[in-house]
């Protein structure tokens, strides 16, 4: 089969990455939001539509995912870019940190039809949560959203692939505590099964 380029790169790429924002609605201490140089801010609405136009004409990739810095649905266009997306027969893959799942974001994101929603659950207990820095979202209203939200939608459905991501990055512990506290870092994958029970996840 012939190669097709748009512009130096091979396509169709896996994905396309877009950041609809960097502003991002919790802290996580391991993440590098702190020490970020660019100014926060939200992409420009039409010029993500136009990105989007520009990949589904020229079939640059197999999907779009919102995703890189930041918490995409925070976007004030979010659904209105989503929608687009739709129009265009773009698959779309959404990277979130789950927070906004269990109120009227994932009430309305069950009307659209997603090739890919990524969790970033990243820790799964309420001692490991403190580290999300989430405001006053507590984690048992957290879970409890992501788990009415999972069900709801895989029940509508069941094509959409589903990943939960956890937090396995390998860091210096002790430089950790001095900023944060004591820290229990999960480290075997018997005490994830634990933590993930409550999803209804047997093996891993």
Known sequence: MEKRYFGHIEIPMKRVHLELTNICDFNCVFCPK??????????DTALSKMIIDEIAENHIAEKVTFHVMGE??????????LSHASGRRVNVGLTTNGGRL?????ERLLKYDLHQID??????????????????????EYERGILDFFSSYTAKRRKTIFKFR???TR????????????VKVISSTEELKEGFQPLGVKDL
Not at 34 to 43: A, D, E, I, P
Not at 102 to 106: D, K, L, Q, T, V
Not at 171 to 182: A, I, L, P, Y
């Open 166 to 168: 956890f937090l396995n």
């Open 102 to 106: 269990g109120g009227e974001i994932g």
């Open 34 to 43: 702190s020490v970020m140089k660019r100014q926060f801010g939200y992409m």
């Open 72 to 81: 995409p649905t925070l976007h004030p266009d979010f659904f209105d870019i």
């Open 119 to 140: 969790v970033s659950l990243q820790t799964p207990d309420a001692r490991s949560f403190a580290l999300r820095k989430a405001g006053a979202l507590r984690f048992e």
């Open 171 to 182: 860091f210096r512990k002790r430089g950790m505590e001095k900023r944060v506290g004591q």
